[in-house]
């Protein structure tokens, strides 16, 4: 039999080598989040059912007016906190990740960003499934939160989970150098959420303290996901999605710059 010389075997690309890793660590992270704790599906239904369920009690008790301007409430709310929760859980979930996936970076394919990267894709996956999750359950209950403009909403939705990866980037090398950062970011999910206009209609503040909200971006996002799903909803004054992406891609380049900075020393926890 003649010997056939194959050649020496070709080296794999910058990206066929990062894909594997990136799809490696998302099985990893997926199992994890999914299947170690059985209790773990439950919950990711159950806490938003249940912050809805005491939100719409407290607003009947407080009033009896279930609607906005254009939209009933519960619909509402189920849009305001899975938006919200999708750019909270990409920022806190990323302040873990490098900490939590240090014995990976012996391998030198593993960089600090991509378990970041990894787990932000992950949880806006598992955010997006729950969603369809209480859109199909709103349907079966009659609730109007079918969206009246389908691509408008998906264009909110993905940007909303472009600014939780953008966030995440920069907080889980400000969390992971130091440590009291991340608790503070912690103590400021919950006031966020107030200020972001989740639980109740920013327009109903004074024009002056609304001019200062507005700087937060996550209520532009909001508000527009909340248009793709009630056509004729009245969203806050000054709602800009310009202003959303110009603080977006801030945020994700100045992420990727400090875990470029910062590297070793991310390496090094």
């Not at 919950?43 to 009690?57: D, H, L, R």
């Not at 920013?202 to 996002?221: R, S, T």
């Amino acid at each position: 039999m003649d010997n056939v010389n194959h050649g020496p075997r070709r080296a794999r690309t910058p990206w066929q080598v990062t894909r594997s890793v990136w799809y490696a660590m998302f099985m990893r992270e997926a199992i994890s989040r999914t299947m170690s704790d059985r209790m773990g599906w439950f919950w990711m239904i159950f806490e938003p059912v249940a912050f809805i369920g005491i939100m719409v009690g407290i607003r009947s008790f407080v009033s009896g007016d279930k609607l906005i301007v254009n939209a009933p409430f519960i619909p509402w709310m189920i849009a305001g906190l899975m938006g919200f929760s999708l750019a909270r859980e990409g920022m806190l979930r990323g302040m873990g990740a490098v900490e939590a996936n240090s014995a990976l970076f012996a391998y030198r394919q593993v960089q600090p960003v991509d378990p970041v990267l990894v787990r932000n894709f992950l949880e806006g996956m598992l955010r997006s499934f729950v969603f369809l999750l209480f859109i199909c359950g709103g349907l079966l209950l009659s609730l109007d939160i079918y969206p009246d403009n389908a691509l408008r909403a998906i264009y909110a939705w993905l940007s909303l989970w472009s600014l939780g990866i953008g966030a995440g980037l920069v907080t889980s090398v400000a969390a992971t150098l130091v440590p009291e950062v991340g608790r503070v970011i912690r103590m400021l999910s919950l006031p966020l959420l107030i200020i972001s206009g989740v639980i109740f209609p920013l327009n109903n503040l004074p024009h002056w303290l609304l001019e200062y909200l507005m700087y937060n971006p996550i209520p532009h996002g909001l508000e527009t996901l909340r248009l793709g799903f009630f056509e004729n909803y009245k969203t806050i004054h000054d709602t800009s999605m310009l202003y959303f992406w110009l603080v977006t891609l801030s945020l994700n380049a100045l992420g990727l710059l400090m875990h470029l900075r910062f590297i070793d020393r991310l390496k090094a926890k």
